[in-house]
T-cell receptor
């Protein structure tokens, strides 16, 4: 396994359009996380899945954002009616579940630019 | 809520200098603590971690000790190299292990 992959790596869209990003985690990992990172800041937690169940969602996450992990493997993050403030790097990470927090392994990210 | 406060950068050091990047945290209970590194043009990579008080994480010459009494997890390296130039992020996981909280990152540049 080569690690967490994300697609696309870059996305340019016009304000008001919908975009969807995909994340493929490390195959044996049952936890999957989405983060957003803006320039000069650390990653900001968006949401988290344990298998196919979405267990946590940031209170800061707009209703325009939705994420799915239908079969407990890959995940998609959709942003509807994009705004310029959505421009950021969107990171996906995966980890093994367990009683102690396991290391998260990050993908390369999808850089979104909303014009 | 849980949070991480990290030393602001940028930091510029000469090769072979001693490095310290400060990190303090606020958390409920006993979080796990991490340092991640982001090299230019690359994704975040785990550098080291510690899961309980007094644990010392180490990797590639970097060390950090989980200090519960001072709620700190400072990153140190005795002799930095040009190849250590990167952005370093301190992070903690919450009590349930469901969320990670990252600091704002510290940019390090090592000059020959």
């Amino acid at each position: 396994d080569t690690g967490v992959s994300q697609d696309p790596r870059h996305k340019i869209t016009k304000r008001g359009q919908n975009v969807t990003f995909r994340c493929d985690p490390i195959s044996e990992h049952n936890r999957l996380y989405w983060y957003r990172q803006t320039l000069g800041q650390g990653p900001e937690f968006l949401t988290y899945f344990q298998n196919e169940a979405q267990l946590e969602k940031s209170r800061l996450l707009s209703d325009r954002f939705s994420a799915e992990r239908p079969k407990g493997s890959f995940s998609t993050l959709e942003i509807q009616r994009t705004e310029q403030g959505d421009s950021a790097m969107y990171l996906c990470a995966s980890s093994l579940g367990g009683p102690v927090q396991e290391t998260q392994y990050f993908g390369p990210g999808t850089r979104l630019l909303v014009l | 809520g849980d949070s991480v406060t990290q030393m602001e950068g940028p930091v510029t050091l000469s090769e072979e200098a001693f490095l310290t990047i400060n990190c303090t945290y606020t958390a409920t209970g006993y979080p796990s603590l991490f340092w991640y590194v982001q090299y230019p043009g690359e994704g975040l990579q785990l550098l080291l971690k510690a899961t309980k008080a007094d644990d010392k994480g180490s990797n590639k010459g970097f060390e950090a000790t989980y200090r519960k009494e001072t709620t700190s997890f400072h990153l140190e390296k005795g002799s930095v190299q040009v190849s250590d130039s990167a952005v370093y992020f301190c992070a903690l996981s919450d009590l349930n292990g469901n969320q990670f909280y990252f600091g704002t990152g510290t940019s390090l540049t090592v000059i020959p």
